[in-house]
């Protein structure tokens, strides 16, 4: 039978875990990024759950946070996939700090406080809490700071940090957190137009040709949706002719 330390240390690890999954409906993805870039499109995993896709991002990169975007499949009015791009980017410029806090934050409760509970080792346990709640102080002081240039309402910061602070294996997903308060809707034949590498680009390509060919199970062939979905993925396979 594990010991009591030995379940709260695995309960730690799987929190964050868990906090740090994201579950995608149809006609949503996440922008990933890398440094100040946006670097790849996700559509979660191969396989449903209750009609959503399961996403986890590496644990070991929570300074990367990732955008939600809609898709839009009804023709109505969308954003122009350059401006949001650059949208993004700023919004990556103003978000960075708190990257470089959470990252030690997540290696001090994720990482030494499960290993210093394992080992019996209070003293180290205590001071990694300590340091992991200082670094999720610090970060939310942060958001609430620049609260204006990350869009973000006192309404969503006072929940931001409500969650980082109470919860703290939750804590190093701010950075992640905060953008994902705020959304975009473009057409899907757009998303490729975000910004990638030209490889990356061809990729997210195909991720969208396969998304929209999935979405049209989910129609009826005499809906609106339908015809927009067929006319967007003529698009997209004309363009890659």
């Known amino acids: 039978m594990p010991s009591t ?30 440094a100040s870039s946006l670097s790849a499109l996700s559509f979660g995993g191969s396989f449903e759950l209750g009609g959503r896709r399961p996403n986890l991002p590496n644990p070991l990169t929570p300074f990367r946070p990732a955008f939600r975007v809609e898709w839009d499949t009804s023709s109505g009015p969308t954003a122009d996939a350059r401006t949001v791009a650059e949208e993004m980017r700023e919004h990556l410029r103003h978000v960075r700090f708190v990257g470089w806090l959470t990252t030690p934050c997540a290696i001090a409760i994720v990482l030494v406080a499960p290993v210093a509970l394992a080992l019996g080792e209070q003293m180290a346990f205590l001071l990694s809490v300590a340091t992991a709640w200082a670094l999720a102080l610090g970060g939310c002081i942060g958001v609430a700071v620049r609260r204006r240039e990350l869009g973000l309402s006192t309404r969503q910061v006072c929940a931001l940090v409500f969650v980082a602070l109470i919860c703290l294996p939750c804590s190093p997903n701010l950075a992640r957190a905060v953008t994902l308060q705020r959304r975009w809707t473009l057409a899907a034949r757009d998303l490729p137009e975000l910004g990638f590498s030209s490889e990356e680009a061809l990729r997210a390509r195909s991720q969208v040709l396969d998304a929209l060919a999935s979405a049209k199970r989910y129609v009826s062939e005499d809906s609106p949706e339908f015809k927009v979905i067929d006319e967007q993925l003529r698009q997209l396979e004309s363009c890659g002719s």
């Not at 379940?7 to 990024?33: H, K, P, W």
């Open 5 to 34: 330390e030995a379940l709260l240390a695995a309960a730690l690890v799987a929190v964050y875990l868990i906090d740090s999954m994201q579950f995608l409906r149809i006609g949503e993805a996440l922008v990933l990024t890398r």
